[in-house]
């Protein structure tokens, strides 16, 4: 089984009172092709933003 290079597990976040997202959980495997799929305004930039450390979660908090 290969590792996971990347793991997210229960991330939320909202904008102002919208819920983009709520307990949004996978892993990507070393080696593997991953893509986010969805309509517009569904949250797929917003991930990619949290990841790269750009925009902070709602939920949960990361250490600073």
């Known amino acids: 089984m290969k590792n996971a290079v990347v793991q997210v597990k229960n991330l939320t976040h909202h904008y102002g009172g919208r819920l983009i997202f709520e307990n949004l959980n996978f892993q990507i495997n070393q080696g593997s092709i991953f893509g986010l799929l969805g309509k517009n305004g569904t949250g797929k930039t ?9 925009l902070e979660p709602t939920s949960p908090r990361f250490p600073s």
């Not at 917003?46 to 750009?54: P, Y």
């Open 46 to 54: 917003t991930t990619i933003n949290i990841l790269n450390g750009f």
